[in-house]
Every structure is written in structure tokens, then in C-alpha cells.
């Protein structure tokens, strides 16, 4: 199987994160009362910083803050609640850390547009700029990475992997339509999102093909549920198999994880990068639109 990585700089405040050569860890730092499995611990923005810290200490290489949950199931808050909770821990951590890059995982553009201000770098969608019309917008105009996620309102699939390529595209172009730099376009599978268990299993399996619609992707499914009910394991209790679909999704050429466990998906990724840059098999490629 020929395994595609791009080559890719982002400039980050004090940082450049650099694709090719190594798997990017995401740090995840929920400050939601209700986020599926750390909700409430992080409220505070003086445990937040630590916890950031804590995981930039463990490997991570950047930091991705959320302010509403999106278990299935959660209570949307208005923007005004998400912001209350969002922006001090962003002003914190840049203030105590500014070389630590950050991104906020949001599907909102005024969400967006005061956490970048505040010291964010990159927006983490989980709409794929179809939940917010100025999402796109405000991403262009801020010039700053954007991650598309697939979702949609159904599991209504007609061909799984098919209709999830020409729903990511769409996403795409409605970034590429309100001027996004196609440089700063990443793309995420959504594991978990408008996705039944035998659907996140099928998707885990087609990586690859989606790597293939030319952006980078990240890839987040650390805890989550098709993990636990296929290991019939709590919560708390299913690192190795987070670290399992870690290690599968690298293999198709998946550039940047998102997970809870940094100091244990850290040894999963650096095994994995081993493997995977000496492999003959590798293609590097710039992403879409780079010089």
C-alpha cells in the first residue's frame, strides 16, 4: 500500500508546526462541565494552564481547548457561555506559555474569531464551516489553519467512504469560496460523529482514501465509544485501544492525533513513525495550494 504524508509548515505564534517527518500530538483540554470523559475538571482557568502544560511536558505539540461538549446527546450553550469559558484559559496558557501552540474546537466564526485573537492559532471545526456561515469567512480573513471535520445531521449513507469524501469536499469549497489559503486546510474523518459502530470501524479502515483528497488529516479518537464497545471497557480503561487505531491511522497516513493519554499515545506515535518513514512505501507530497 503506497502511503501518502504531506509536507507542511504552519506558523504558530513562536511555533512552526512541521508535517513530513513526524506525527503531530493534540492535547486535549476540555473546559465543558459535561465533555464524555473529563468534564468538570478543568473549569478553572489555573488547572487548565496546568493541565496544558502537563501535556506539552508529555509530548503534546499543541493544545486543543474546547468549550462545549459534542458527546452525543450534549446541551448546545450560546456563544457567550462558550466564550466565558474558553478565552481566560486561552489568555492564561498564551500568557504563562506563549510558545505553546493552540487551536479551539468550535464550530462558531464570533467563537472563533475572539480565541484567535486571544492567542489561538488554528480553528478546529467539528461542522466543516456548514453549521456557521461566517465560519469560512472569518477563517479567511484571520489567514490561520482551519481543520474540516466531517458530520452531518444523518447516518443516511448511500456509499459510506464515497459520501464521505463529497461531503469533506464540500467543505472544502466552502472554505476555497470564502478565500481560505488551501495551504491552511486540514481534514478529519469525525470519528464518532453522524456514524454508527460498524460505520466507525469501516471508516478506520479507508483512512487512506480520504488522505488521498490532498490535505493532511488529523485523526481523533481517543476514548471513544466504538473503542469502548468493542473492548466492552469503560471510559477510563481503553488506552491501549486508543493507542491501537492510533498506530492503524498513521499507517494510512494520518499526520496529527488528538488525544487525552499524551504520555502513552507519545510511545505509540514515535513506534509508529519509526515504522512508517522508513518505509519504501512513503510518498511525500505539499499539500494543496503550497509553493
Not at 494520518?254 to 507519545?266: I, S, T, Y
Amino acid at each position: 500500500m503506497r502511503i501518502t504524508v504531506y509536507e507542511q509548515t504552519y506558523k504558530c505564534g513562536q511555533t512552526e508546526l512541521k508535517l513530513g517527518s513526524a506525527t503531530l500530538i493534540m492535547g486535549i483540554l476540555n473546559v465543558t462541565p459535561d465533555s464524555f470523559s473529563d468534564g468538570g475538571r478543568y473549569l478553572d482557568s489555573g488547572r487548565a494552564v496546568e493541565h496544558a502544560l502537563r501535556l506539552v511536558e508529555e509530548g503534546a505539540d499543541l493544545i486543543d481547548i474546547g468549550g462545549e461538549s459534542t458527546r452525543p446527546g450534549h446541551q448546545p450553550v450560546r456563544a457567550e457561555e462558550e466564550l466565558s469559558r474558553v478565552i481566560p484559559v486561552i489568555e492564561a496558557i498564551h500568557k504563562a506559555a506563549p510558545h505553546i501552540p493552540l487551536s479551539i474546537d468550535t464550530y462558531k466564526a464570533e467563537v472563533a474569531r475572539q480565541a484567535i485573537q486571544a492567542g489561538a492559532h488554528i480553528i478546529n471545526d467539528v461542522w466543516g464551516c456548514k453549521k456557521d456561515p461566517q465560519m469560512a469567512a472569518t477563517a479567511a480573513a484571520l489567514d490561520c489553519p482551519i481543520i474540516l471535520m466531517h458530520n452531518r445531521q444523518d447516518e443516511n449513507y448511500t456509499d459510506l467512504i464515497e459520501d464521505m469524501k463529497k461531503d469533506l469536499l464540500e467543505s472544502v469549497d466552502i472554505a476555497l469560496q470564502a478565500g481560505v489559503n488551501p495551504a491552511r486546510i486540514l481534514l478529519d474523518p469525525g470519528i464518532g460523529f453522524a456514524k454508527n459502530h460498524s460505520q466507525n470501524l469501516q471508516v478506520m479502515s479507508a483512512l487512506d482514501e480520504l488522505v488521498h483528497l490532498g490535505y493532511p488529516v488529523l485523526l481523533a479518537t481517543s476514548r471513544k465509544r466504538f473503542i469502548r464497545t468493542a473492548l466492552n471497557l469503560p471510559v477510563e480503561d481503553v488506552v491501549e485501544g486508543t493507542a491501537a487505531t492510533v498506530a492503524f491511522g498513521i499507517a494510512q497516513g494520518c499526520q496529527l492525533v488528538r488525544v487525552h493519554d499524551v504520555a502513552q499515545m507519545k510511545r505509540t506515535v514515535a513506534m509508529s513513525d519509526a515504522m512508517l518513514y522508513a518505509s519504501p512505501w512513503l510518498t511525500r507530497r505539499l499539500p494543496a495550494g503550497s509553493i
